[in-house]
């Protein structure tokens, strides 16, 4: 089965630092999509950041930007000045064409402490 | 816009009982799915429609899980009978109709509590 592994179950970083959330996936396709959702406790699932797996170049949504890794199937998500709003679960997510189903990893639960 | 609309946003109810869930996607939005999310398994998709059509059903857990949409606005997720294990919290999702591909936005979610 197609597996989207997140290996840090909690991650914690103080207001203003850098945090780097993992993420690697298993995959016999070339093209596909991946996707960084927030979900804080309101469990509205947010999106944060998408990467389509054709383009080389790293996506970025303001204090968020992604490290694709195309051969070591990669794609970690890095928050830049982090502020207590970020803290949530964060869940990774790879589109698989061939069976038209978004797959999710188990989720990090970020905190950010003040 | 308004997002993905889902209703309830908590029901709580009564072993064996019915339970329906309602959803309403953003206009113009033509894939619809529905996902269940619980501590043990995470995120799962029960089923997704393209153009009001079940594409894929093959996540609904049993016979007592039904989907439909009657039409491009509205669709909904009933548990009949529900027993205790279909305590989770029910999402809905829906994308543009172009590309499967594009990225799915989520509802609230619906928490369901069978006693």
């Known amino acids: 089965a197609q597996t989207v592994t997140q290996s840090q179950p909690e991650m914690s970083v103080q207001e203003a630092e850098t945090v780097t959330l993992s993420c690697t996936y298993d995959t016999s396709e070339s093209d596909y999509y991946l996707f960084w959702y927030k979900q804080p406790p309101s469990r509205q699932m947010i999106l944060v950041i998408r990467q389509e797996a054709y383009k080389q170049q790293n996506a970025t949504e303001n204090r968020f930007s992604v490290n694709f890794q195309k051969a070591a199937k990669s794609f970690s998500l890095k928050i830049s000045d982090s502020q207590l709003g970020d803290a949530a679960m964060y869940f990774c997510?790879?589109?698989?064409?061939?069976?038209?189903?978004?797959?999710f990893g188990k989720g990090t639960k970020l905190t950010v402490n003040p | 816009d308004a997002g993905v609309i889902q209703s309830p946003r908590h029901e709580v109810t009564e072993m064996g009982q019915e339970v329906t869930l309602r959803c309403k996607p953003i206009s113009g939005h033509d894939y619809l799915f529905w996902y269940r999310q619980t501590m043990m398994r995470g995120l799962e998709l029960l089923i997704y429609f393209n153009n009001n059509v079940p594409i894929d059903d093959s996540g609904m857990p049993e016979d007592r899980f039904s989907a439909k949409m009657p039409n491009a606005s509205f669709s909904t997720l009933k548990i009949q009978p529900s027993e205790p294990r279909d305590s989770a919290v029910y999402f809905c999702?829906?994308?543009?109709?172009?590309?499967?591909?594009?990225?799915?936005?989520f509802g609230p979610g619906t928490r369901l509590t069978v006693l």
């Open positions: 999702a829906s994308s543009s109709w172009d590309r499967i591909t594009d990225t799915q936005y």
């Open positions: 997510a790879k589109f698989e064409g061939g069976s038209e189903k978004l797959v």
